[in-house]
């Protein structure tokens, strides 16, 4: 039998580096799965869930507080990558600038790089932040996967509505993949599966 997503991710979990400039962006060392989303999307909670830890990733109540690009080793088997959140107006031009300059950096040709998760809410759909990312994602050839967070503030009917509204419009980029995961961290909702997604990618 292989291995279970619950097993895989029962081991360490440690911060491993933070980079507030393209210049301190630690050299790859293991597979990298990067979770990127609009401010208060909810990334953080979905991280720690998924890590079933408390704290792993800080949660904030203050959008576009997580300002650099955080690295965790996963019991040593890959880098789960948290990215600052993005779409938040009341950053400063040249501070949104420079997030994106590093963003940039840190995605263009990053041969460990497996999958980019890019977290959408439920309650909103995309965004056009998120349709910007997905853009830098297809020029930056990397793959990703939309992942809808906070599914359990609407109903069942609505998200399957929103889902093949995602999937029609990613047919317009290229380094989308078709899939959408359907996530609670509030009421543990997909968490299993995403795990499991992650497994695969990963190793």
């Given at each position: 039998m292989g291995e279970s997503s619950e097993h895989f991710f029962s081991g360490s979990c440690d911060f491993a580096a933070g980079a507030a400039t393209a210049e301190q962006i630690p050299a790859a060392t293991l597979p990298e799965v990067v979770f990127a989303g609009r401010s208060n999307v909810g990334k953080s909670s979905l991280i720690n869930a998924i890590t079933n830890r408390k704290a792993l990733a800080r949660t904030s109540r203050t959008p576009g507080r997580t300002q650099q690009i955080n690295f965790f080793n996963i019991a040593g088997r890959f880098m789960l990558v948290?990215?600052?959140?993005?779409?938040?107006?009341?950053?400063?031009?040249?501070?949104?600038?420079?997030?994106?300059?590093?963003?940039?950096?840190?995605?263009?040709?990053?041969?460990?790089?497996?999958?980019?998760?890019?977290?959408?809410?439920?309650?909103?759909?995309?965004?056009?932040?998120?349709?910007e990312m997905m853009k830098a994602l297809d020029e930056c050839a990397a793959p990703y996967?939309?992942?809808?967070?906070?599914?359990?503030?609407?109903?069942?009917?609505?998200?399957?509505?929103?889902?093949?509204?995602?999937?029609?419009?990613?047919?317009?980029?290229?380094?989308?993949?078709?899939?959408?995961?359907?996530?609670?961290?509030?009421?543990?909702?997909?968490i299993e599966a995403l795990r499991e997604v992650i497994m695969r990618v990963a190793i």
């Open positions: 948290d990215m600052p959140g993005y779409g938040f107006a009341r950053v400063s031009k040249l501070q949104k600038q420079d997030w994106q300059d590093m963003i940039y950096s840190y995605l263009r040709g990053r041969e460990s790089l497996r999958c980019v998760f890019v977290l959408v809410d439920a309650r909103h759909g995309l965004k056009d932040s998120d349709r996967r939309i992942v809808l967070t906070k599914i359990d503030e609407i109903k069942k009917p609505a998200r399957e509505v929103l889902a093949a509204a995602i999937q029609d419009e990613l047919k317009k980029f290229t380094a989308g993949h078709p899939d959408i995961y359907f996530t609670s961290a509030e009421k543990k909702e997909g």
